[in-house]
């Protein structure tokens, strides 16, 4: 899946974006090449693989639930992050990326269809956010949805 052309429908060039749980950085590349991307991952240990690669990047150190920052952000994208959580922490997670986020924000997220049960995922993102956009993709879904004011 082309996340890149995915997002640029909706946000401009040189927009912020958080990616929670940058793992190895695949898609930190693409991102940076468009967008001012921050890397985060919840462990210290995690973090110290990413800024030796990418030491152009801002890479720190989040909880995927609390997404506790002091950082504003255009957008925040994540593969495969959330897929580990259970529907109440997906929610909480949901909920708290709200307070990160800019006017007319972004949140674009690609989950595990066998860890995790769209239907019940996407309740929940339309509680807090617009869907824009939603798909699927080898064993994958994805949606892309704007923060509601």
Do not use: C, W
């Amino acid at each position: 899946m082309d996340i890149i052309s995915t997002l640029r429908k909706y946000l401009p060039r040189f927009k912020k974006v958080l990616e929670l749980g940058s793992k190895k950085g695949n898609d930190l590349k693409l991102l940076h090449e468009y967008y001012e991307v921050v890397a985060s991952e919840d462990e210290k240990i995690k973090t110290r693989f990413l800024k030796d690669e990418f030491i152009d990047i801002r890479v720190i150190v989040l909880d995927k639930i609390t997404v506790d920052t002091h950082k504003k952000f255009d957008a925040i994208f994540s593969r495969n992050t959330l897929d580990n959580l259970s529907l109440l922490q997906i929610n909480e997670s949901l909920k708290n990326q709200k307070n990160i986020l800019n006017k007319e924000g972004l949140i674009f997220h690609i989950l595990d269809d066998s860890k995790v049960e769209k239907n019940e995922v996407m309740v929940l993102v339309h509680e807090n956010y617009e869907l824009l956009e939603e798909g699927t993709f080898d064993n994958n879904f994805y949606f892309l949805a704007r923060i509601l004011d």
